[in-house]
């Protein structure tokens, strides 16, 4: 009879101090004799935003290599995984005790995290290079989410990317965020002249920064309670239309998956006038569970 192999896994609630609200996130601390199609399984038996399978670095400077896989494919760059990822590392002790900064290595390269110390410390990632993408006509961004452009605020829809390309459309209220119903109809439609894997990210400002609902219906995600990679994008988003303060060391959150039940708090950091010397996105993070899955 031949033994199954077990592998230890941890599940994490991100960017929440509350159990069982964030989003869910489940990490393979040690993951290096699995193959990518047996990763991307295990990620769909899960059945969670994303899944992590920790990696030795193949890079000097870097505490280890994440591979992060959604239920559909693998990504590039997350946030949500990133955040969570890095504080297995630091339970395990696959960085040293007590440290304030590492790297660590995604396919889209090196990552830098900061660790603020204290009894619910927050982990903050910087985010990725910007890179500026096309503009969505208003009605159309509209159908997307169920909407009229009239709902819309007079802004343009606009994709961006920070490793993970996303349109975001800005929403006139928060009653209006609540109301959207994606459109999966609109969505095939949309698809046949933008072929590339997107997410939608729709938010309204708020006086504490933004509130906000994402979908990513690409990845075989219909709804992401929290979206780290696409928090730093809107901050800049934000920033460029005067949306929120664009002065050096403003702070501010973005709250997300409140209408689905898993409130996340994203907490957004400008570093120089603009962001000219980045922008970090972070937030909690708390353990759940722990186990063993059998192969």
């Known amino acids: 009879m031949k033994l199954n192999k077990l592998y230890r896994y941890r599940v994490v609630d991100v960017f929440t101090t509350e159990p069982l609200e964030g989003n869910p996130l489940a990490v393979f601390p040690d993951a290096s004799d699995l193959s990518a199609s047996r990763m991307q399984k295990i990620a769909r038996e899960f059945n969670l935003s994303e899944t992590v399978f920790v990696f030795p670095a193949t890079r000097s400077e870097c505490a280890a290599k994440l591979r992060i896989f959604t239920p559909g494919k693998e990504m590039d760059f997350a946030g949500h995984p990133t955040v969570g990822t890095a504080y297995i590392l630091m339970v395990e002790r696959k960085v040293p005790e007590?440290?304030?900064?590492?790297?660590?290595?995604?396919?889209?390269?090196?990552?830098?995290?900061?660790?603020?110390?204290?009894?619910?410390?927050?982990?903050?990632?910087?985010?990725?290079?910007?890179?500026?993408?096309?503009?969505?006509d208003k009605s159309i961004a509209a159908a997307l989410l169920g909407l009229k452009g009239c709902q819309l605020l007079d802004k343009p829809p606009q994709v961006l990317d920070a490793g993970n390309p996303t349109l975001f459309i800005p929403i006139a209220d928060r009653a209006t965020?609540?109301?959207?119903?994606?459109?999966?109809?609109?969505?095939?439609?949309?698809?046949?002249?933008?072929?590339?894997?997107?997410?939608?990210?729709?938010?309204?400002?708020?006086?504490?920064?933004?509130?906000?609902?994402?979908f990513a219906p690409d990845y075989g995600i219909a709804e992401d309670p929290a979206s780290g990679s696409?928090?730093?994008?809107?901050?800049?988003?934000?920033?460029?239309?005067?949306?929120?303060?664009?002065?050096?060391?403003?702070?501010?959150?973005?709250?997300?998956?409140?209408?689905?039940?898993?409130?996340?708090?994203?907490?957004?950091?400008i570093h120089g006038e603009h962001g000219v010397d980045g922008i970090a996105v972070g937030g909690n993070v708390t353990p759940v569970i722990e186990g063993t899955l059998s192969l």
């Not at 969505?187 to 504490?208: D, I, S």
């Not at 696409?230 to 060391?249: E, I, N, Q, V, W």
């Open 98 to 136: 007590g440290a304030a900064q590492f790297v660590v290595e995604e396919n889209v390269g090196p990552i830098s995290i900061s660790v603020e110390s204290g009894a619910a410390a927050k982990i903050w990632l910087k985010s990725p290079a910007l890179r500026e993408g096309a503009f969505v």
């Open 230 to 269: 696409s928090t730093g994008p809107l901050a800049a988003y934000m920033m460029k239309h005067r949306l929120c303060p664009s002065k050096a060391d403003t702070r501010f959150y973005s709250e997300q998956g409140t209408r689905m039940g898993r409130r996340s708090i994203l907490h957004v950091h």
């Open 177 to 214: 965020v609540d109301a959207i119903a994606f459109d999966t109809t609109a969505w095939k439609q949309f698809k046949l002249h933008n072929p590339a894997p997107l997410c939608v990210f729709a938010f309204t400002p708020t006086p504490e920064g933004a509130y906000s609902r994402m």
